[in-house]
Structure formats: structure tokens, C-alpha cells
């Protein structure tokens, strides 16, 4: 038994499995199948949404522990299946490290939504909500726009390696301010349904979920982090369009 490969590809796939959106629980339980797997009952894990750490104890008593960092988190629960399907194949095929580590590789670089197909997805998103919240036909073109345009904010200063705060603050600042000057222009339309509808691009939904998941299990720091990185999306979101509103009361008068 190489416990090195061991731990190393155990770590990997908790590491995919937490930077794309899997819950703590899951990350931990599949790392301590993985090691079950190999005939391996020391294995002691410890993850939270930034960090993951790992320890086992070889036949002999050495430990052997791999610390790997998660400095950015997006939501692709499409490598969450991937990974899933892999650790379950673990389980009852056991293959080789080798071969486990290269299925491993190819989840990470599965490709996800080409850009145009993304921004057609926030533009309907946020058509789709604002209906939802009694907006108009001409809400709802509105809010293709504004959705379109999140998507392109949050594309742009991702390029630049912006922090998720300030971009979450720049993309529904834009987004408010195309709907409060299309509101301008067409008193017959409801900015504020074309906000809130667009701005549901950038609420954290799986966050919460997530936040309230841990918490319940018993993994309370995982779910105190969750809910603070919540709470502060959930303040950018509202000072973008806070100072959206301002100005456009200050200069249009809307």
C-alpha cells in the first residue's frame, strides 16, 4: 500500500468536490470511503470551505498528513456527479491510483458553458424571475439586458482577478442602472421587479442551502463560514443597487 497516492488522491477528489459546490459532509464522507476502499480504517479528515485537511496512519504508526488550500469556490454540480460516480466505482472496483488520478484530471477539465451560452443563460434568468414577480413584457425585455450585462461584469473583472465582494458590488450596480434608465425613458415599466428579477443571478441559493446542510450535520465552523460568505454577497448585492438607486435619484430624478 502507497499511502502517499492514497492520501493524495483522496485529497484531489475532496478538493473537486468542495471547489465546486459539494456539501462538507459529502467531501468527507467520500474521502473516508476512498480509504475504506483500501483496507485503511485511520483515516481522519477535516474540511471546511477554504481548507482540507488529512491524516493516516500507516501500518507501522507514521502519519502521514496533506494540508491543500480551496481558494476559490464556484458551483458545477456537474463535477459534483462526476466525482460521486468515481468514488462509488472506488468502492467497488478499487482500481489503481494511477487510473484514479487521470479520472480525476478529466472531471477537473470538463468544459462548462461556452460565454455566449452563458449569457444567455443570467438574460433569462433574470426575464424569468421578473415574470415570476409580476413583471410586465417590457419588465421582461428589460431584464434580458440586465441579466445579459451581470454576466458580462462578472466575466470581465474575473479576468482581472477581482474579489468576488467588488464584483458581486459592480454587477448589480450595472444591472440597476440599466434598469432605473430604461425607467427613464418608459414610466410604464417597474424597475423594481427588473431588479430584483436580474439581481436573482447573483443571490447564493446553493450557499444557503449548503450553509443550513452543515450545520445540521454537525459541521458548524463549515456552516458559520458558508453563512458569512452569504451574508456578504448578500451586502454587495445590496450596495450596488443601493448606489444605483441614490444616484438615479440624485441626477434622473427616478
Known sequence: MNYSDLVNTAVEAGYLLVANGGEIYRAEESMQRIFRAYGVETGEVFVIPTLIEVTVCTRDGR??????????????????????????????????FSEIRAELDRIGKRPTLSFPMQILAYALIGAAFTLFYGGSPRDTAVALFCGAAIRLVTRSLELFRVNSFFINVAASFVAAAIALTAANFDFFLSYDKIIIGSL???????????????????????????????????????????????????????
Open 63 to 96: 502519519p502521514i498528513t496533506r494540508i491543500k488550500r480551496v481558494p476559490t469556490r464556484t458551483m458545477n454540480l456537474d463535477r459534483v456527479d462526476q466525482v460521486n460516480a468515481l468514488c462509488r466505482r472506488i468502492w467497488s472496483d478499487k482500481p489503481q
Open 200 to 254: 436573482m443571478n447573483l443571490v447564493p441559493g446553493i450557499a444557503i442551502t449548503n450553509f443550513m446542510r452543515d450545520i445540521i450535520a454537525g459541521d458548524l465552523i463549515a456552516g458559520i463560514l458558508r453563512l458569512t460568505e452569504s451574508v456578504l454577497v448578500a451586502t454587495a448585492i445590496a450596495i450596488g443597487a443601493g448606489i444605483a438607486l441614490t444616484a438615479s435619484r440624485m441626477l434622473l430624478g427616478v
